[in-house]
């Protein structure tokens, strides 16, 4: 009996607001001396009063146009009660039943070029927790408490149970961390907990559409790796346990990264369990239709939109644009780089193959700069050297040269890379593809002799 995973992810993301959600205490926590960077209102002391981050809701509602939501006129905030010693107030300020933004999506291309979109239930917004550290002190166990994340502003982007594989779930996470980063609400650094992943993940035969009659929970994961470690390993124990006649508990698991396992912690709560009820210390947040449509036009050009126009201007190939879209940082520096080396006779094409195979650190590395040693490595590799290349190339890999021939064309682009990357960048992309494709003979190895008559 074959069984068909069902997930639904929770991506947390710490925004970059200078201060905390409901004080004004600095926002910045990472590496800060403990307990630093607290008040009575991030303390939750008696009589404190909590006044909200307008710019963390405006990123909010701009994540969440971006992810194509809805956004009601009306949201609020509730109190989610529950007693854990990370949560300094006995309850959370977060959304219940009128978050910011509602019924999103994310489209994603698949590695067989297939369309994929994922809904999005809501994208609300809260206040982060403490941060619980494990020590052991003169020989004894004991658990310290940093409140410096306490009440940090987090944003949390629910998918519906509609994943149903590893890859779907990698692909989708990535891309929220890509429109965040485009969106520069968030940097989304797991390294500094800024970008945490809860996953949902339960089974059902192949061939049914229902939900599963259970649901397990993995709290916590701190990395792409790791995410992906928890569901391989929930997927292996939930498949024994179906195949044996058992029906996996509800509950909520944590996630070993030693072990690589997950374990249980407590039984499932329900949304009942948290007692939710409206905030009173803060009025209902009221949008004028005006409002939104001024945080529309404050969208950037998304990586969707940017990978299209990249292959439309620059005549790259979708793998190209694909790489140099993933970070705007990146695609900004290319187009800079491409204005300067237009004017010097260097194509967008070799450009982008160079920031791509060379791995370009362009923090350091001007654009200006960069045309310059393209230029001066241009001169140091000349038609015959560029030959050699390509030979060696085409001996190293032979199963490729085999597919290419027979008729995975879509590996040029695979060739022309390799032999910029041991060139180091000095070779000319286009007299490359020309010797590639003119000169791979039936045991696929160009002829230098043949290349060099031809080129003749």
């Not at 997930?7 to 201060?19: C, D, M, N, Q, V």
């Not at 969208?299 to 299209?308: A, F, G, S, T």
């Amino acid at each position: 009996m074959s069984y068909e995973t069902v997930i639904g992810l929770e991506i947390h993301l710490e925004l970059a607001t200078r201060s905390k959600m409901f004080c004004r205490c600095s926002a910045d926590h990472f590496g800060k001396k403990p307990n630093s960077q607290v008040c009575p209102i991030c303390l939750g002391l008696p009589g404190s009063l909590p006044y909200p981050n307008r710019k963390a809701i405006e990123w909010t509602v701009l994540l969440g146009l971006a992810l194509e939501c809805q956004v009601p006129l009306i949201s609020k905030f509730d109190r989610k009660n529950y007693f854990y010693p990370d949560l300094p107030k006995g309850y959370q300020i977060s959304q219940y039943d009128q978050p910011f933004c509602r019924n999103g999506k994310i489209t994603f291309q698949t590695q067989d070029s297939g369309i994929r979109t994922i809904r999005i239930n809501r994208v609300h917004l809260e206040e982060d927790t403490g941060r619980l550290i494990h020590r052991t002190i003169e020989g004894n166990k004991c658990t310290l408490i940093d409140f410096n994340r306490s009440g940090v502003p987090l944003v949390e982007i629910v998918s519906e149970p509609e994943i149903h594989s590893i890859e779907e779930m990698l692909n989708y996470a990535r891309k929220i961390r890509e429109i965040a980063r485009y969106l520069k609400i968030s940097n989304a650094d797991m390294e500094k907990g800024q970008m945490r992943f809860e996953l949902n993940l339960s089974l059902r035969r192949n061939g049914h559409t229902d939900l599963p009659p259970y649901r397990i929970e993995v709290k916590n994961i701190n990395s792409f790796k790791f995410l992906k470690a928890a569901a391989l390993y929930e997927i292996k124990r939930q498949t024994g346990m179906l195949l044996g006649g058992e029906v996996p508990v509800q509950e909520t698991r944590g996630f070993d990264e030693e072990k690589q396992i997950t374990f249980g912690q407590r039984r499932k709560e329900e949304a009942h369990d948290y007692r939710y009820f409206p905030e009173p210390d803060i009025p209902p947040v009221r949008w004028e239709k005006q409002q939104i449509d001024d945080l529309k036009k404050l969208l950037p050009e998304l990586p969707d939109v940017k990978r299209k126009r990249l292959i439309k201007a620059y005549r790259l190939s979708d793998f190209q644009a694909a790489s140099l879209s993933k970070s705007i940082k990146k695609a900004d520096y290319f187009e800079e780089a491409v204005k300067i080396g237009l004017i010097k006779g260097i194509s967008s094409e070799e450009i982008a193959n160079v920031i791509i195979n060379r791995k370009v650190k362009f923090e350091n590395v001007s654009p200006d700069k960069l045309i310059n040693n393209i230029l001066e490595q241009k001169q140091k590799l000349d038609r015959k050297g560029t030959i050699t290349l390509c030979n060696e190339v085409l001996k190293q890999f032979p199963d490729e040269v085999k597919r290419y021939r027979e008729g995975k064309t879509g590996l040029m682009q695979f060739f022309v890379g390799q032999v910029m990357s041991k060139a180091h960048g000095a070779a000319d992309p286009n007299l490359t593809r020309e010797i590639l494709q003119n000169n791979i003979d039936i045991s696929g190895v160009a002829d230098t002799n043949l290349a060099t008559k031809r080129s003749g």
